[in-house]
């Protein structure tokens, strides 16, 4: 995953923001926070993103 993969993902998960919850919620503002500052996520970080992606955002509007 390059990254401008890695922050298209994260901008396209903020829509759904309001249907996370828990650790979810927390994972996802921690990465936000490591796109915000410019740092790449390391694989085990990468690899949750995907799961956040694929759990929140419907397959319709994934490419």
């Known amino acids: 995953m390059t ?3 890695q ?3 994260i ?3 903020s829509d759904y923001v309001h249907k996370m919850r828990g650790r979810d919620l927390d994972e ?4 936000r926070k490591r796109d ?3 740092e790449d996520l390391d ?3 990468r ?3 995907t799961e956040l992606y694929v759990k929140y955002v419907p397959e319709r509007l994934r490419r």
């Open 3 to 5: 990254r401008i993969e």
């Open 7 to 9: 922050h298209k993902i």
């Open 11 to 13: 901008e396209t998960l």
């Open 28 to 31: 996802f503002d921690m990465m």
């Open 36 to 38: 915000r500052d410019d």
């Open 43 to 45: 694989d085990l970080s």
């Open 47 to 49: 690899r949750r993103l």
